[in-house]
């Protein structure tokens, strides 16, 4: 079986494969101050609950863009499961060619993605990666990495309103009924919420335009579905692309 882990900011996504089948997925919470033995008794009991046995575990594959935690994990993975996982980075075989004007910028899990995007979807894609942060992921027809863009995510903007005025309280992250607020909770949800929308909408108009031709908008990140409620403009929902992406990648590798 291979175990895929996807290191991000707020939180460690993970997945366990048998062949092409994704057997389960698992968050634990992101913090470079755990050590490898809490995170791998927490791992284990996940594993467990979900019927999979860890003896079974014999390849892994990891993506990071918290370089503390990786170096926790490659130590989880030698020493629990006995595997020295495949880490996705420079010098790693992805099938991605990046037209960057630093390649060596562009976070691996935005490589992961389009590898999986393109595999699914083909091309060209745009990724709406809606998370920590909110990325936006072009690739075009030949499965090549043109750039994108980078935004705040939601969850971000949400506590900046709350950390820096007097008044504002914190809020559930909802959709509400009507764009005009006629509380302060409800306005708050309609900035936040409507307020992403028109940033979704207006940064892939903008980028279909440049590409000068139609490509799918697929969503993935843990407020994608959120969003995606709200607006056409995002076609698909994949919650687990950085997962499929990460198993794509390690297969290249194999060989």
Partial sequence: MLLVFDIG???????????ER?????????????????????LITMLEHGNINTADIDEIAVCSVVPPLLTTFVELCERYFEVS????????????RIRMDNPREVGADRIVDAAAAHHLYGGPVI??????????????????????????GLAIAAEALFARTAAL??????????????NTITAMQSGLIFGYVGLIEG????????LGE???????????????????????????????????IHEMNKE
């Fill in 9 to 19: 900011n707020t939180n460690v996504t993970l997945g366990v494969f048998d062949g």
């Fill in 22 to 42: 994704l057997r389960g997925t698992w968050r634990m919470t992101s913090d470079v101050y755990q050590m490898p033995d809490e995170y791998a008794a927490l």
């Fill in 85 to 96: 996982p495949l880490v996705i980075g420079p010098g790693t075989k992805t099938g991605v």
């Fill in 127 to 152: 990724i709406a990666d809606l998370g920590t942060a909110s990325t936006f992921d072009t690739v075009s027809r030949e499965g090549d990495y043109l750039g994108g863009a980078i935004a705040p």
């Fill in 169 to 182: 309280p914190r809020i559930q992250l909802a959709a509400p009924k009507k764009a005009i607020g006629t």
């Fill in 203 to 210: 940064i892939v108009s903008r980028i279909q335009r440049e």
């Fill in 214 to 248: 139609k490509a799918l908008v697929v969503a993935t990140g843990g407020f994608a579905q959120l969003l995606a409620n709200e607006t056409p403009i995002i076609e698909k929902v994949n919650p687990d692309l950085t997962l499929i992406g990460l198993k794509l």
